[in-house]
């Protein structure tokens, strides 16, 4: 059954846009068909982080209806395909943003899995978006301000009748100072998919303009990354089988 999953949060800086990729690319990875749509309108990041900042046609351009939305879309090497929007602050003005409510069959065409990386917070922008998701997915961190932004956003879409697939928490460092896992499940009353480590791979997937399932395919976050697909398209993924062995462990270090 084909999906739309808008990626959302309360707040910026939690890793949006980053869970959008790496789930994507995780999802990719055990052969499900991947369209990632950067409905970030303002502040849009995708083709940034997959090295793609400007495109000849980009989302902006479908929704002020000067191009078809087949025509936006580009093929990472990977196989994943993506939707960039724009970084021009004239294309945003001209782009009608209620427009995205129509292109959601039309995403259906493409893939099996459209991961939409929503704007943060609560804004019109993030409403438009998550109107026209099937499931949603909220990202935060283990920090009060982070995570009582994420219950507003839970309840935004308890009011807009959408259902929340679960959370993900991101840039975990298992320390006495962050929330505990319990802590965050007993505030948010949502399932939590999984937790995601502060890792330097991450970063430096980022500076790869890449997924870090690709750059770092046995790093702690990309397991992590993987054993959530896992868990959304019902199949059994062993993290264990991807660890380093020490071999690896050490050419890594020197």
């Given at each position: 059954m084909k999906k739309v999953i808008v990626i959302t949060s309360g707040k910026g800086g939690v890793g949006?846009?980053?869970?959008?990729?790496?789930?994507?690319?995780?999802?990719n990875s055990f052969g499900e068909k991947v369209l990632i749509v950067d409905g970030n309108l303002s502040t849009p990041n995708i083709g940034v982080n997959l090295g793609s900042p400007e495109v000849p046609?980009?989302?902006?351009?479908?929704?002020?209806?000067?191009?078809?939305l087949?025509?936006?879309?580009y093929e990472h090497e990977s196989g994943i395909k993506?939707?960039?929007?724009?970084?021009?602050l004239i294309d945003l003005k001209d782009t009608n943003l209620k427009k995205?409510?129509?292109?959601?069959?039309?995403?259906?065409?493409?893939?099996?899995?459209?991961?939409?990386?929503?704007?943060?917070?609560?804004g019109q922008e993030?409403?438009?978006?998550?109107?026209?998701?099937?499931?949603l997915i909220?990202?935060?961190?283990?920090?009060?301000?982070?995570?009582?932004?994420?219950?507003?956003?839970?309840k935004l879409a308890e009011t807009m009748k959408k259902n929340i697939l679960g959370i993900i928490v991101s840039r975990v460092r298992k320390d006495y100072i962050e929330m505990q896992p319990n802590t965050v499940k007993e505030m948010l009353e949502v399932p939590i998919l999984g937790m995601v480590p502060e890792d330097m791979s991450i970063k430096k997937a980022i500076n790869l303009k890449d997924a870090v399932i690709h750059t770092h395919p046995k790093s702690k976050s990309s397991r992590a990354y993987k054993e959530i697909a896992a868990k959304i398209i019902g199949i059994d993924y062993d993290s264990n089988k991807d660890k380093p062995n020490l071999f690896e462990i050490i050419f890594r270090r020197y």
């Amino acid at each position: 059954m084909k999906k739309v999953i808008v990626i959302t949060s309360g707040k910026g800086g939690v890793g949006k846009t980053t869970t959008a990729i790496n789930l994507g690319a995780a999802l990719n990875s055990f052969g499900e068909k991947v369209l990632i749509v950067d409905g970030n309108l303002s502040t849009p990041n995708i083709g940034v982080n997959l090295g793609s900042p400007e495109v000849p046609i980009n989302l902006n351009h479908v929704l002020s209806g000067k191009a078809e939305l087949s025509e936006a879309i580009y093929e990472h090497e990977s196989g994943i395909k993506i939707i960039p929007s724009s970084l021009s602050l004239i294309d945003l003005k001209d782009t009608n943003l209620k427009k995205i409510s129509n292109l959601k069959n039309s995403f259906k065409k493409f893939s099996d899995y459209i991961l939409i990386d929503c704007a943060a917070g609560l804004g019109q922008e993030a409403k438009e978006a998550i109107e026209i998701a099937d499931e949603l997915i909220i990202v935060t961190n283990p920090e009060t301000a982070a995570i009582t932004d994420a219950l507003k956003t839970i309840k935004l879409a308890e009011t807009m009748k959408k259902n929340i697939l679960g959370i993900i928490v991101s840039r975990v460092r298992k320390d006495y100072i962050e929330m505990q896992p319990n802590t965050v499940k007993e505030m948010l009353e949502v399932p939590i998919l999984g937790m995601v480590p502060e890792d330097m791979s991450i970063k430096k997937a980022i500076n790869l303009k890449d997924a870090v399932i690709h750059t770092h395919p046995k790093s702690k976050s990309s397991r992590a990354y993987k054993e959530i697909a896992a868990k959304i398209i019902g199949i059994d993924y062993d993290s264990n089988k991807d660890k380093p062995n020490l071999f690896e462990i050490i050419f890594r270090r020197y």
